[in-house]
């Protein structure tokens, strides 16, 4: 097992990784730019490295200072949590090239599932539904047009080489293709460099439900259970829960199933979530797989017991995972995600000083998040500050629980959205469980649902 682990990332996701290792006593070292240095995961590691200035490029994403750091401290292994370099597959193969674990899978599978195209084509030939559409990417409009054309109108456009949301375009008629193929090629430029775009035809109305997987190198592979994402703006996560409200018990089973086959036919190791689609006829498609952990984690661990950080730390360091096989979810769980921004100002992001705070507790409650009293927020950084996650036996409980939860929640200083998520909880399309991928769009314009 590692003795050492360099945690390459800050805020909640570097204090429950340093929690993690420190419960398996992996002293752990935590790097931090200059803008972090009050930081509470900076406090919480045995050790810590400032790694440069405090934009995200000159520092955690600063890939030579936190190899430097991983190297001059004698790190075994580097967790890079998620976002930053976590799906970045020359980071990996740099640890690799160094010495060190990187606690995930490997360069290549990163680089695989991180093409879009490729991995929707590796699972139509596993027999694996995938949303209708292309499975080769497209450089031009005039290139994709015919394929839109065969597809059929309204189309979603997408970034081959992206993932999570960005450059996405939906275009309802062919008049409108070439100005939307153009400006998603733009955006895609922009985010990932690579104007490689694909198309899938648009599914309206669907639910948005991922299945969380551990896989170690020995082909062993558990299935957690899956959380309904269907909630986001601007593809941004706001509400996750599990199970998914609307899932039948065959439709769950064969989306397991998939899952599991996808895990086999990629050879993917480590924790990983492979994302579906679900229409409102219970079909079931495969819209992408990410490798790595995600910030909803919490929610599957919630109801399953598991620690999907240490048992990610176990695979890395070839160690079995703990996890049973029989591994079945109880209860439900929800998460909110709590972000320092103004809702009524466009969702604005509100860095600043927090004066007093006081979060929520009690049975089925936990709170991840890296804030304290007389904490800056800072500008620099993603506006999540926390997630409180319940769990309780049924789905009324657990909306109730938060509820709760969220009331007690104090956070002076900066603004947050709190008052927006508890309204949400209040509608009746989502106390009904009939909040699907279009609710947030039209609950945010004010729309009544
Ligand atoms: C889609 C879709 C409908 N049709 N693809 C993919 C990334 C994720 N962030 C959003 N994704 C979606 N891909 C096709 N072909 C619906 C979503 C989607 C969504 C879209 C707009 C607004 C909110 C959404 C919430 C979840 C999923």
């Not at 160094?98 to 084509?121: D, H, Q």
């Not at 809702?343 to 604005?348: D, G, H, R, V």
């Not at 089925?364 to 927020?377: H, S, W």
Request: glycine content about 8%; overall charge negative.
């Amino acid at each position: 097992m590692f003795r050492r682990v360099l945690v390459a990332n800050r805020g909640e996701i570097a204090v429950r990784i340093i929690r993690a290792l420190r419960e398996m006593n992996i002293t752990s070292v935590a790097v931090y730019s200059r803008e972090d240095k009050n930081a509470l995961h900076v406090r919480l590691a045995d050790y810590r490295v400032c790694i440069g200035e405090g934009s995200a490029r000159a520092s955690y994403l600063n890939m030579n200072s936190i190899i430097a750091a991983a190297l001059n401290y004698n790190c075994d292994a580097v967790h890079p949590g998620y976002g930053f370099l976590s799906e970045n597959a020359e980071f990996a193969q740099m640890c690799a090239d160094f010495g060190l674990t990187f606690i995930g899978p490997s360069p290549e599978l990163i680089a695989s599932l991180g093409s879009k195209t490729a991995a929707r084509k590796l699972m139509m030939d596993a027999g694996i539904p995938v949303v209708p559409g292309s499975s080769t990417p497209f450089a031009s409009a005039q290139e994709a047009l015919p394929e839109a054309r065969r597809i059929g109108f309204p189309v979603m456009i997408k970034a081959a080489e992206g993932g999570g949301g960005k450059g996405m375009r939906v275009c309802r008629d062919e008049s409108s293709f070439t100005e939307a193929f153009t400006i998603a090629q733009q955006e895609a430029v922009n985010a990932f460099g690579s104007a490689d775009l694909y198309l899938e035809r648009l599914l309206e109305h669907c639910r948005h439900v991922e299945v969380q997987i551990l896989a170690d190198r020995q082909g062993n592979i558990r299935i957690l259970g899956e959380r309904d994402c269907s909630i986001q703006r601007n593809h941004q996560k706001v509400i996750e829960e599990s199970p998914c409200p609307v899932l039948s018990e065959e439709t769950r089973a064969a989306m397991y199933a998939d899952a599991r086959r996808a895990a086999e036919v990629s050879g993917y190791y480590s924790a990983g979530t492979i994302e579906f689609l679900v229409d409102p006829e219970q079909n079931h498609y495969f819209l992408e797989m990410n490798t790595r952990l995600q910030v909803e984690h919490g929610v599957t661990e919630i109801t399953t017991g598991c620690d999907i950080v240490q048992e990610q730390i176990r695979i890395a360091a070839d160690e079995p995972m703990r996890i049973a096989e029989d591994i079945r979810p109880r209860g439900h769980s929800i998460e909110c995600r709590i972000n320092a921004e103004m809702p009524e100002q466009n969702f604005t992001p509100s860095p600043g000083t927090i004066t007093a705070m006081h979060l929520p507790g009690g049975n089925g409650v936990r709170v991840d998040t890296a804030v304290y009293t007389g904490y800056t927020v800072p500008a620099e950084y993603d506006s999540m500050i926390a997630k409180i996650i319940v769990c309780a036996d049924d789905r009324e409980a657990a909306i109730q629980r938060m509820r709760t939860a969220l009331d007690e929640t104090l956070i002076l200083g900066i603004d947050t959205n709190l008052d927006y998520l508890y309204k949400i909880l209040e509608t009746d399309a989502f106390k009904e469980g009939r909040a699907d991928t279009s609710f947030l769009q039209v609950f945010t314009q004010g729309g009544h649902l």
